[in-house]
């Protein structure tokens, strides 16, 4: 059975930390992985990972794909109270048309 | 302009109510889907709409109804509810017809059935 799994689930950090979340995967056929930033409500796109070892980077957050052992990292530099928020990472695999999530990560970023 | 917009933003309902839920974007995207997520939970896809057609339907129960009366909008239509369907339902748009893209959502419509 496919499966997307995060961790840590939940997350403490101070201001001006680097924090890093994982996402591990177990799926057939590959396609892509996307992680969402989830506030209050609404999911925001942060990057969308095809190939292995090329970094995408916006800002102080970047995350990089594994497809050998079947992982991403996201990275937050400097974090910030405006970084906390769910984390979601989803796995597009198979000839289906669907994504597969993973639980997220709640971070909590104190002043 | 990169919004996707949803109304109402709250909606408490009674089981024998009948009521609609609207999601609009203006982006030009060809797919818009619906999902509904629990507390503490990920997004789950009830419909996939691509090119104003229903592609998708993740076996969801018939008391939902959805429709995409044109390409900029979808509509749920909501009728004879259990309280098990409280949750937050998602609209959201992608360029492209499936979920493996970036995906815009709306800040969603927080629904009550009492």
């Known amino acids: 059975e496919d499966k997307v799994v995060q961790s840590p689930l939940s997350l403490v950090v101070h201001e001006g930390d680097t924090v890093t979340l994982n996402c591990s995967y177990e799926v057939t056929n590959f396609r892509s992985l996307l992680w969402y930033k989830q506030e209050k409500k609404a999911p925001t796109f942060l990057f969308m990972l095809?190939?292995s070892g090329i970094e995408k980077k916006s800002g102080r957050l970047s995350s990089i794909l594994d497809k050998k052992e079947l992982f991403s990292i996201l990275n937050i530099t400097a974090t910030q109270t405006g970084d906390s928020a769910v984390y979601l990472c989803?796995?597009?695999?198979?000839?289906?048309?669907?994504?597969?999530w993973g639980l997220g990560t709640s971070l909590a970023v104190n002043p | 302009d990169t919004e996707v917009t949803q109304t109402p933003k709250h909606l408490v309902m009674g089981m024998t109510n009948k009521k609609s839920l609207k999601c609009e974007q203006h982006?030009?995207?060809?797919?818009m889907y619906w999902y509904k997520q629990k507390a503490k939970k990920p997004p789950e896809l009830m419909f996939v709409y691509s090119y104003e057609k229903l592609s998708i339907n993740e076996s969801v129960p018939s008391r939902f109804s959805p429709e995409c009366p044109n390409s900029s909008l979808l509509n749920l239509h909501l009728h004879a509810l259990q309280p098990e369907d409280s949750a937050l339902y998602l609209c959201?748009?992608?360029?492209?017809?499936?979920?493996?893209?970036?995906?815009?959502f709306g800040q969603g419509t927080r629904l009550t059935v009492v």
């Open positions: 959201a748009s992608s360029q492209l017809g499936w979920e493996g893209t970036e995906a815009f």
């Open positions: 989803a796995v597009h695999a198979g000839n289906n048309r669907k994504l597969i």
């Open positions: 095809t190939s």
């Open positions: 982006m030009g995207h060809r797919a």
